[in-house]
């Protein structure tokens, strides 16, 4: 008598096809898509709200200084980190940056951009520019951009 093995059949194989594995692929993608755009979206409210507590804090001690000395303090001064630790005391040199600044150095712009404060002081009259030298700075207008079509 002759002994015949059995030959495994194709249906006995166990396994995953290509549209299997590629239906996991996509749901992976989705899925990681999904994660990505979440955590990036937290952040930028999480850098927003940042901007928002530093602007408040900014505006407090400005007005605390006008109420010290009778006028705000000019662009250069705002600029200068010694007139700043010296006279807005309690701010952290972090405060006076945009969070997602890379420049380290301490630097107000005179006009909004993003990824900077705008701090733009004037006379009394609102229009005339002042230094504090010749002319009073009596008004300011202090901005942030804020991320994803949130506003300034």
Do not use: H
């Not at 992976?28 to 530093?54: E, M």
């Not at 972090?94 to 909004?112: E, H, I, N």
């Amino acid at each position: 008598m002759r002994y015949i093995k059995n030959k495994p059949s194709l249906k006995s194989f166990s396994g995953f096809t290509i549209v299997e594995i590629l239906v996991i692929i996509l749901i992976i993608g989705i899925l990681s898509t999904i994660l990505i755009l979440t955590y990036s979206g937290i952040q930028i409210r999480q850098r927003n709200t940042t901007r928002v507590s530093d602007i408040k804090l900014i505006q407090s001690n400005l007005e605390t200084f006008y109420a010290q000395s009778g006028f705000y303090p000019s662009l250069a001064d705002m600029n200068s980190r010694t007139w700043t630790t010296n006279n807005l005391k309690g701010l952290e040199p972090t405060t006076l940056q945009d969070p997602s600044s890379k420049v380290s150095a301490l630097r107000f712009s005179d006009y909004p951009i993003a990824n900077q404060y705008s701090y733009q002081p004037t006379a009394s009259n609102g229009t005339s520019p002042c230094d504090n030298k010749t002319v009073a700075c009596g008004k300011y207008t202090l901005t942030t951009t804020l991320e994803g079509n949130s506003g300034v």
